[in-house]
């Protein structure tokens, strides 16, 4: 009888009742006959510290981390990635066999993968890129769309500080533009990212105006809920290659993955299904 630990990883967040990522591992773990467990676990700010330093106890290979925690957790880390430190926040935590925490983010990488598997003749540095929303997942998409060679980032948010505050931080390929202007990006942008909450389910929807949109510029959208957008729809009418937001979320697992359990998986049809059934 083997005395082999089972390998278990999860998502943290709070709520989390909403992730899709039990849905992802779950299919990957079944699909590559894996034995293992990812498991959902809503915990507060409050608990984090004592439930990251149980979970190795418990025989956790490691964990997701999502909101709200994204921050806090890379407090907890003993070795965190440059690209986590860089973005400010980290969405992967890896229990390494020597006894320390190490934090990633992979949420940048998740970003491009999907816009080079679902956009094949997308080119970073074909032109600007417009990005609305100026939040955690604007740092990770400035930082992967820098990383690539994208000349220059055009960003708009409403609240105009907030945008600024990363224009410091990522340096002088970003331009700021007013919330209300955010419209006239669409005229030179080849690459067009909303980054917000705007047009999720339950949602406002996102007003910017869209006239100006390129022909056969790239649009993409990290909502994914719907999967088809108003900014998608919209887009696609007018001549712009559209990558919906679910390839991100497939994509950025794939590292924590083969971390973890040892197999890189593919991001296929299968694995969309599995995570929208």
Not at 27 to 46: E, N, Q, S
Not at 82 to 89: C, H, K, V, Y
Not at 119 to 131: I, L, M, R, Y
Not at 142 to 168: C, D, F, K, W, Y
Request: neutral net charge; aromatic residues 6%; glycine residues 10%.
């Amino acid at each position: 009888m083997s005395d082999k630990k089972i390998p278990l990883a999860g998502v943290i967040g709070h709520p989390i009742a909403h992730s899709r990522s039990p849905h992802l591992h779950g299919h990957w773990l079944k699909t590559h006959y894996i034995p293992g467990y990812y498991i959902p676990m809503d915990v507060t700010a409050d608990d984090l510290p004592d439930v990251i330093r149980t979970l190795r106890k418990m025989g956790f290979v490691g964990v997701n981390i999502t909101v709200p925690h994204k921050e806090k957790v890379m407090e907890l880390a003993d070795l965190v990635t440059d690209r986590a430190s860089l973005i400010g926040a980290a969405n992967t935590l890896i229990f390494r066999r020597d006894g320390k925490l190490h934090a990633d983010n992979t949420d940048g990488y998740g970003f491009i993968q999907n816009l080079r598997q679902n956009a094949p003749t997308w080119n970073p540095k074909a032109g600007p890129a417009a990005v609305l929303g100026a939040g955690g997942a604007a740092r990770a998409v400035i930082a992967s769309l820098l990383e690539v060679g994208v000349p220059e980032i055009m960003i708009a948010n409403r609240t105009r500080v907030r945008a600024e505050g990363l224009q410091s931080d990522f340096g002088n390929r970003l331009r700021v533009v007013d919330w209300v202007q955010a419209g006239n990006m669409m005229d030179v942008a080849a690459t067009v990212v909303n980054t917000t909450s705007l047009g999720m389910v339950g949602k406002p929807e996102l007003r910017v105006p869209l006239d100006g949109l390129r022909k056969g510029a790239v649009v993409t959208d990290l909502v994914y809920a719907p999967l088809q957008t108003r900014l998608l729809r919209e887009a696609g009418e007018m001549g712009c290659v559209t990558v919906d937001g679910l390839g991100m979320l497939l994509h950025q697992a794939v590292p924590a993955f083969e971390r973890w359990f040892g197999h890189r998986p593919e991001v296929d049809d299968a694995t969309r299904a599995a995570v929208l059934a």
